[in-house]
């Protein structure tokens, strides 16, 4: 395998996004908050266009999917049905000295990076247990140095409480997954859709997980956004393989093909028995080498018909589906292609990301359907009356269409500079022959090249560019 790296540091993505309005730090002014970050002017816009592209793709082209958006606050007991309550949980240790926290599979990797080893032992699938052995006889410290707790298992959701008295019968939780919600309206669904098996349901929305683990930016955040599909299918009818690797292809596809990201910095990695649910026959991982290591970016698992079932033995309610040919009832199989939001995001900036050493540039080299702004409009002197009135008309007409940027300030190139930061694809400058001659120039932002146009063909032009 060819020594792939990632495309730059953390550091240079941090500092970009911060400069330039992509991210920022909850809470800043109060010192922050940690494992939360804002999405500025920039991100915003990258964040709706990933979210759009996502639900165009798997949702509104599909005759097979259904849109949902179930609440962050469920009933309690769905929470115990699902396992969360049980068992959705981290394996954690606690430095005896300072009292921070930290994942013990983390430590281990961090670990095992400084001190390579024969058959290194696969972090991902190993127990609480085997995590505890590994840590004591290595003798592993916490990042300050210190010695560390035995591993605890701790849960990962967020609790809340409705209403006045904060007591065991007003305990609620923030949602962990979306996916929950999904089943718990499987009944709804059937009853008010004409739905067959195979069909899907997706929603994209915000869950919460309570991460300690500091230091990945939006790729493990306490907030996140999910976007996820719960396939349906009778495991009698249809094969789960098919269908499964067909899923996968969905999912490639849409990284390489929709968002436009380097297939060499992407690959899957399938659950070892051990590491799945014992429910889950089967679990993928596609994962994106980030600029701290390869790292999961989607996940898919075929989680067989074990949550509709829970639902039914908690709720007491029949979520059964009835064939209208044979009228056979079954609980249905589920297959979940489950991806969050934010870590797209954050592929996405990486595999942007360009320094372009020839000409002392950092470009984002966005696709077009993912940047902040289609284009820029300048005039090319901000003190010349005629210059901006004219570079104003171009860009009040060119935004019914696009969402264009407006820059008059200090020289032309360092106009230009700025806007491939921010992944701008076109900056259309108005000058003196624009005046004169009706002609503007287009300067393209991954060559840098300009290419005078008739004023009057620029519309045109642009949407061929921009098509
Ligand atoms: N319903 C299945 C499920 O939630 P998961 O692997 O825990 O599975 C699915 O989460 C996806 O959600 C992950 O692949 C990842 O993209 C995203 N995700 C999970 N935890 C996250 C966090 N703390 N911050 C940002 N994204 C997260």
Redesign the pocket.
């Known amino acids: 395998m060819p020594d792939i790296k990632p495309t730059t540091s953390l550091e240079e993505i941090v500092s970009l996004a911060k400069r330039r309005g992509f991210v920022y730090q909850t809470s800043e002014i109060y010192g922050g908050l940690a494992?939360a970050y804002e999405y500025g002017p920039a991100g915003v816009e990258i964040l709706r266009k990933i979210k759009n592209l996502w639900w165009d793709f798997f949702i509104s082209k599909r005759e097979d999917m259904l849109g949902l958006d179930s609440q962050i606050i469920l009933h309690p007991k769905t929470w115990e049905a699902s396992g969360h309550v049980g068992s959705f949980t981290d394996p954690m240790v606690e430095d005896k000295v300072s009292h921070k926290r930290y994942r013990a599979d983390h430590l281990i990797e961090a670990w095992l990076a400084k001190n390579p080893i024969n058959n290194p032992p696969s972090v991902e699938s190993m127990k609480s247990e085997e995590m505890n052995r590994f840590l004591q006889e290595n003798k592993v410290k916490s990042p300050d140095g210190n010695e560390i707790s035995e591993v605890k298992n701790f849960n990962l959701l967020f609790e809340s409480s409705i209403g006045v008295v904060a007591d065991e019968s007003s305990k609620v939780y923030l949602r962990?997954?979306?996916?929950?919600g999904i089943f718990s309206n499987f009944k709804q669904i059937l009853d008010s859709n004409r739905v067959k098996l195979p069909f899907g349901v997706g929603q994209v929305g915000k869950?919460f997980?309570n991460?300690i683990t500091t230091g990945q930016f939006?790729?493990?955040?306490?907030e996140?956004?999910?976007a996820?599909i719960e396939y349906f299918f009778d495991p009698e009818t249809s094969d789960w393989q098919a269908l499964f690797n067909d899923w996968q292809e969905k999912m490639w596809y849409f990284v390489t093909e929709i968002l436009g990201i380097d297939a060499s910095r992407l690959r899957w990695r399938r659950h070892e028995d051990s590491e799945r649910s014992f429910y889950s026959k089967d679990t993928y991982?596609l994962e994106y080498l980030y600029p701290f290591g390869w790292k999961?970016?989607?996940?898919i698992?075929y989680r067989t018909d074990y949550d509709l079932k829970q639902h039914m033995q908690f709720s007491g309610k029949n979520l059964e589906y009835t064939d209208p040919f044979t009228m056979k009832k079954f609980v249905p199989h589920v297959i979940?292609p489950?991806?969050?939001?934010?870590?797209?995001f954050l592929m996405v900036l990486c595999d942007a990301f360009h320094q372009d050493e020839s000409k002392n540039r950092l470009v984002l080299k966005l696709d077009q359907r993912l940047a902040p702004y289609q284009l820029a409009v300048f005039p090319l002197l901000k003190n010349k009356e005629e210059l901006v009135a004219k570079a104003r008309e171009v860009f009040v007409n060119l935004s019914k269409k696009y969402r264009v940027a407006w820059d008059e300030r200090g020289n032309i190139g360092k106009r230009y500079l700025s806007q491939d930061e921010l992944g701008t694809p076109y900056c259309v400058t108005i000058d003196f022959d624009t005046l004169e001659k009706g002609t503007v120039t287009i300067r393209r932002r991954d060559d840098a090249s300009q290419e005078i146009v008739e004023l009057a063909e620029l519309e045109q032009k642009l949407a061929l560019m921009l098509a």
């Open positions: 494992n962990g997954e979306t996916a929950q869950s997980r991460e939006v790729f493990r955040t306490l996140f956004e999910q996820e991982d999961e970016l989607w996940g698992a979940e489950a991806v969050g939001i934010n870590r797209l």
